[in-house]
């Protein structure tokens, strides 16, 4: 960063170090961009809550998620890569155990076995895991499974920056926003561009709320589980995945999708069925430590929104990750910046321009 009179002149001002804002700033700075990372440090932003889980197939049918084959391998790779820079341990590969919950479920896995899907798979030893769970129609393995250590990563991240002064802890308020179509300017910040990637806050931003959003509550637990093997994901209905700090026997149970909410606060309602749950299906004790709740930022489409303003090209965006940001956030968080550095296009699904019609209204 260089100082010019009083102003600070940089390339890229990003608001919001969630994940999106992390892999950004990561691929910018390994491009020798100067960047200034603003973040209020909201500790119910969705990333703050995930799981971190990134997994081939979703839905009750185990449908293959979109461009698979692209974003896992890719993002195994980025969070290595993040990770070896920062000494961090930022993702572990993982498989799931799916117990079916009803005999439909389990027809359509075994379904999908037949089909030689290369995610699914029978799981032999049936009976490995009688000590600790209750599963009377068997169980599938869906593999690989990988999980990202955002509980690591985010804030071993934001202390790189911080030491560098590369991130400001405040609230950015865009009424103080002047741009140009070469430039922005915030308080005495000068800058080519400035990049949303700020989650629901998007959603009230004047360049970007017309596009189409649709916020989804998810709430989850943590919980202790002395003696669990932390070697899989567990599955019935819900996941139940092993969160990272070592020995300390911490899972993280969930999520909840709720379309229609008064607010993110956690509710009583969730705590009660999904402890009710764990109770029949775990067969040794657990004690719940904590009630995570926050809103993900969704979209209509489940596609997200990456590029730059149509009518403002000094404005970015890299948001709407919705349930997946962990394995869409490195890869098109790369997609942006050498969209930005080397002028390379981005995916057409993904690009905001897609609404250049809305957005130019
Ligand atoms: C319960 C739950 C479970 C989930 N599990 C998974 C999972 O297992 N796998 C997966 O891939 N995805 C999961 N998700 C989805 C995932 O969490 C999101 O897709 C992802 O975290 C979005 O990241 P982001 O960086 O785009 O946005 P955010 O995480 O919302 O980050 C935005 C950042 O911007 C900051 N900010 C916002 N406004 C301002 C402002 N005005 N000024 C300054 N700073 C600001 C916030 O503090 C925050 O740090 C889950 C979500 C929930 C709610």
Redesign the pocket.
Known sequence: MSSYFCFMNIDVLI????????FLSYYLQNEGKSFLV?????SR??????????NPVTGRRLVTVWMVEDIMPFAWKAYQAIGHALGINAISQKSIIDFFPNPFMRESFLQKIETGDQYVHAYPEQNHFNNFFNYELGCGEIRPVYT?HLETLLPAWRSHLLKDNFLWE???EISHLKVEAEKIYYNDIVAEKIIF?????SFDNPFFKRLPFAPN????LVVEIPGLPSQHIYKKNMLL?PLQEAGANLFWI??SYIWDFDNANPTEAFRESTEQALRQWLKIPFTIVEH??????ATLERRPFVGFHPLHPSIGI??G?????????PFFAKQLTDNLVYQLPIAKDADVNRFAKILAR
Not at 38 to 42: A, R, T
Not at 217 to 220: H, I, Q, S
Not at 292 to 297: A, E, F, M
């Open positions: 608001i919001g170090q969630g994940i999106s804002g992390t603003i973040d209020n440090n909201y932003s969705p990333s703050k809550i995930a799981a971190g889980i990134i990202a405040e609230d950015f990637c700020d989650g629901t806050s509550k998810g709430e989850a995945t969930g999520a995570r709740s926050g809103l993900r930022p890299l948001n990750m919705g349930t997946k940001g962990c394995s869409l956030a």
